[in-house]
């Protein structure tokens, strides 16, 4: 048995199809039965459990009752067919599946992953064992082959993600295989922390995951000797030599996969992939800069293709698009089953922002593609792309894979290769098509810019050529995107007709205040409300409403003579602050004094570790590294967009005056509660009239 084929989840920002994993389990050949479920843990974390029935022999085994073999097995066969991030955390095995009168499985009756019946009888096999003197005073099993670090990070990872004690934790454990996620490695670092007295970066579990990895690299951290101190084994002398051997070529092959990366060489590299244009580019399209009424009547509007559509900045995009060209048809690029169920995800994702309007369904103005970033050709089908090669007039590439701890490796295929291909639609059919590629600030943030900045007095001038950001950048995000970027520049060397838009912090709509409150601004105000404190930061920040950002995105893909710049900078220049946006909180009535760094830092990591719902928790790699320098970002000159909007008369709107505006859509969708000091506060935050779909979260990348 398995579940519907056309079921979508979304964890951590990706799409899964549930039915695609039961489907894969259902081929396993010691798996009679089993479904695949989203539960929520104790943190609230989203998480794939997997409810399995072995075969008959598999069920009678008396040497492995709780099934671990199976499961690791199970484990890496998923891994061989499927993404990591659809291989399931939890397995849950089961002697049956429980049937509603319908012979439907009943998901409701399936118990949650802390109270499995197979493991239930492992601990009460366990519990009869100790009651008849057996098993009394015993330790986790395989403790005993660990060397006394491991053995400490052992129990500590046991804790953190609540493992059995009957469960044996082997040197080559993988802390994400166990059922961690980027939540519990926050509160698992912050515990070694605290257990074993080692300053242990935030990063350690990413850079090594592994129970012997992390251990040796703890080992590293506090003793320059290396595995020579604490990660001394606990059994024999020839033991010790292994292990320490065995320890140290973990570490080294861990070591070399996370080295530094060269995303520069990378580029370079990928430079032989881009695709050569099959005509020279000779105008712009005039369907495109002409308005309606300059067409003959009858004639067709501009068609678009854009990725990224149900994405919060894309959805703005494709409203933009079609209240710039009443008459024109975007093609929406879309993860799904089916294009019904693709169309139906742009249309929730619309109506959420309330943005969506039924004529243009009616009328074909919005269609949906099936497609996915990561695979060849953006795994159009082939009827689908030629389509596109031959209708598409622009392509806006604006989906992406954003993620705050991936590494470039992660990002490559969804931010990096989807461009290659973008620019291989658009080098197809008669004549080259524009292409506007939405990027990011990420890509300049290094002290270059910093430093350039005052040095010269102005902002990073839209000219600059990014090498001051070819070493340095240390988010995986802001490294796919400086490399898609060099690729854009080389391609717009060899006459493709590409131009790039760079925003910075993209905030919620300037009308409504619908934002994405998966975002780190709002997640660091709705932090400092929960722990009563701001720190005290005087960094400019550059947040600019979505409806502005996308604006400049049409304008981009629209104008002829954005063809003058190739990149677009998204500005606001009143200079808003950290620290503004923090006075206006408590200008609003929430009382939170300002608070020194330091001492906020410190009593926010107190406040973490004992209130896992801290909307800082999955960000505290960021806040707790030293937040007022990894803020700190370079001006930026924006003098090609001012060019393009000063023709349509367009300005960034104040971010100060719309506070109150994005304060009120948070509190009415309960992301903060409502400021308990209103009826004295200076300002009262302002009614909305709009109707609340859904909460906004950052989506996954199409």
């Known amino acids: 048995c398995i579940g519907r084929i056309d079921d979508q989840v979304k964890i951590r920002g990706f799409r899964i199809e549930l039915g ?41 085994r008396a040497d492995d009752p709780g099934h671990r073999k199976l499961i690791d097995n199970l484990r890496e066969y998923l891994k061989q067919k499927l993404p990591s991030y659809s291989v399931p ?6 002697k049956k599946l429980p049937l509603t009168p319908n012979g439907k499985i009943d998901k409701a009756a399936l118990p949650f992953p802390d109270t ?39 129990e500590i990872w046991a804790s953190v993600i609540d493992l059995p004690p009957t469960l044996e934790i082997e040197p080559t454990a993988n802390f994400f295989d166990l059922g961690g996620h980027s939540i519990l490695a926050t509160r698992m670092i912050f515990q070694v922390r605290k257990d074993m007295a080692v300053d242990a970066p935030l990063s350690l579990v990413f850079k090594h995951p592994t129970l012997r990895g992390m251990a040796a690299a703890l080992d590293n951290l506090s003793n320059e000797l290396g595995l020579m101190g604490s990660g001394a084994p606990v059994t024999a002398q020839k033991s010790k030599s292994q292990q320490a051997k065995a320890a140290e070529k973990e570490l080294a092959v861990e070591e070399e996969e996370e080295e530094e990366f060269d995303y520069s060489a990378e580029a370079k590299a990928l430079m032989a992939e881009l695709p050569a244009l099959k005509s020279a580019y000779l105008h712009y399209p005039a369907i495109l800069s002409q308005g309606l009424e300059y067409r003959p009547t009858g004639s067709r509007g501009p068609v678009f293709f854009l990725t990224g559509a149900t994405g919060f900045l894309g959805v703005f995009i494709l409203a933009g698009l079609l209240q710039r060209h009443p008459d024109a048809t975007v093609y929406c690029l879309t993860r799904a089953p089916s294009v019904e169920a693709a169309l139906g995800r742009v249309r929730k994702t619309a109506k959420a922002h309330h943005l969506w309007k039924d004529e243009w369904e009616a009328s074909g103005s919005v269609k949906a593609v099936l497609g996915d970033l990561s695979r060849p050709r953006l795994g159009l089908s082939d009827s689908d792309w030629d389509m596109l090669t031959k209708n598409a007039d622009a392509i806006v590439h604006n989906g992406a894979l954003v993620h705050w701890v991936y590494p470039y490796s992660k990002l490559r295929g969804p931010n990096v290769l989807s461009t290659i291909e973008a620019l291989k639609l658009a080098a197809a059919g008669p004549t080259p098509k524009p292409l506007t590629f939405v990027s990011s600030t990420s890509a300049l943030d290094t002290p270059h810019y910093v430093r350039l900045c005052e040095e010269l007095q102005s902002g990073v001038p839209e000219s600059d050529d990014l090498s001051g950001s070819e070493r340095g950048l240390r988010s995986g995000y802001g490294q796919s995107k400086w490399v898609a970027e060099r690729l854009l520049r080389e391609a717009r060397q060899r006459g493709f007709p590409v131009t790039i838009v760079r925003p910075g912090y993209v905030v919620g709509d300037s009308k409504t205040g619908v934002t994405n409150t998966d975002d780190f601004i709002w997640r660091l105000v709705k932090g400092c409300i929960q722990l009563g ?56 009535g929430y009382p939170v004094p300002d608070t020194e760094y330091i001492k906020w830092r410190d009593s926010l990591m107190d406040f973490t570790l004992s209130h896992t719902d801290s909307a800082l928790y999955p960000l505290l790699h960021f806040v707790l590294d030293d937040l007022p320098t990894s803020t700190k970002s370079a001006d930026l000159d924006d003098s090609n967009t001012r060019s393009v909007l000063d023709a349509v008369g367009v300005r960034c709107p104040s971010i100060k005056d719309l506070m109150g505006i994005y304060l009120a859509y948070l509190v009415k969708v309960g992301f903060v509660d409502v400021p308990p000091n209103a009826s004295s506060a200076e300002k009262t935050l302002p009614e909305l009239d709009i109707e609340v779909h859904d909460v906004i979260t950052r989506t996954s990348q199409n």
Do not use: W
């Open 116 to 154: 499995p019946l197979f493991r239930t009888a492992s601990r009460q096999s366990s519990s009869a064992e100790e009651r008849e003197g057996t098993g009394a005073g015993e330790q986790r099993p395989g403790l005993d082959r660990l060397t006394a670090t491991e053995r400490l990070l052992c």
């Open 533 to 588: 404190q701001t720190p005290i930061m005087n960094n400019v920040v550059n947040m600019c409403p979505v409806d502005y950002v996308a604006r400049v995105v049409v304008e981009v893909i629209t104008q002829p003579r954005a063809l003058d710049g190739l990149v677009y900078h998204v500005v606001n220049s009143e200079g808003f602050r950290f620290q503004t946006m923090f006075d206006l909180l408590r200008e609003y």
């Open 89 to 94: 955390s939890v397995f849950v095995p089961m």
């Open 20 to 60: 695609e994993i039961n489907n894969m389990l259902s081929q396993h050949p010691q798996i009679r039965a089993n479904v695949t479920l989203v539960r929520r843990d104790k943190y609230e974390e989203k998480t794939l459990v997997a409810y399995i029935v072995p075969n008959e022999e598999e069920q009678q």
